[in-house]
Nanobody
């Protein structure tokens, strides 16, 4: 079993930046697919960014050019750098990890979420 713990959420004004972190309880990110998702009130959860075991990344259209997903294998930590934040980025953000190299299916582990609120 793997526990994922997010941190770094908070309140920021539009145009600001935040960096989310997701620490895993064991060594997982260097080999497997991981990602960030978000869910706003009244909306379905959506994928924000993915990184696979080979280091390939992918972004939702809404995140491309503003968000960067990365990982520090030595720290067992996944990151999401968010710049130029907009009010529509307001949501609960979740990290997730799968037990396979490529991001071709569902995720096996989820964090508890961290709230991001962007004011105009």
């Amino acid at each position: 079993q793997v526990q994922l713990v997010e941190s770094g959420g908070g309140s920021v004004q539009a145009g600001g930046s935040l960096r989310l972190s997701c620490e895993a309880s064991r060594y997982i990110y260097s080999r497997y697919c991981a990602g960030w998702f978000r869910q706003a009130p009244g909306k379905e959860r959506e994928e924000v960014a993915l990184i696979d075991g080979s280091g390939n990344t992918g972004y939702a259209a809404s995140a491309k050019g503003r968000f960067t997903i990365s990982r520090d294998n030595a720290k067992n930590t996944l990151y999401l750098q968010m710049n130029s934040l907009k009010p529509e980025d307001t949501a609960m953000y979740y990290c997730a990890a799968a037990t396979r190299t490529y991001c071709t299916g569902g995720f096996d582990y989820w964090g508890q979420g961290t709230q991001v609120t962007v004011s105009s």
